[in-house]
Nanobody, 128 residues
Framework: QVQLVESGGGSVQAGGSLRLSCAVS????????MAWFRQAPGKDREGVAG???????TYADSAKGRFTISQDNAKNILYLQMNSLKPEDTAMYYC??????????????????????WGQGTQVTVSS
């Protein structure tokens, strides 16, 4: 059973930065495809960034050039560095894990249905 615990959310002004963390337990981290999703009020959950078991990353167009996904395999922690934040980045951010690898077949689109384990979320609020 994979357990995911996010942290690092908060309130920042536009242009600021935040680093989200996701602590992973209950599974061999090196075998997990990991991703960050977000959900704004009234909107569907969307994929933001993902990192595959071989280190291949993918980003939503809205995140490219501003967000960086990374991981510390020794500590079993997933990160999302978010720079140049905009008010439209305001959302609940979720860490997700795919132990089966099914997400690889649609890696560029990061489909919610491919990820079977989810954290509780951490709120990010960006004010203008």
């Amino acid at each position: 059973q994979v357990q995911l615990v996010e942290s690092g959310g908060g309130s920042v002004q536009a242009g600021g930065s935040l680093r989200l963390s996701c602590a992973v337990s209950g599974y061999a981290y090196s075998g997990l495809y990991m991703a960050w999703f977000r959900q704004a009020p009234g909107k569907d959950r969307e994929g933001v960034a993902g990192i595959a078991v071989d280190g291949t990353t993918t980003y939503a167009d809205s995140a490219k050039g501003r967000f960086t996904i990374s991981q510390d395999n020794a500590k079993n922690i997933l990160y999302l560095q978010m720079n140049s934040l905009k008010p439209e980045d305001t959302a609940m951010y979720y860490c997700a894990a795919d132990p089966s690898g099914s997400s690889w077949y649609s890696w560029r689109t990061l489909r919610e249905a491919d990820f079977s384990y989810w954290g509780q979320g951490t709120q990010v609020t960006v004010s203008s």
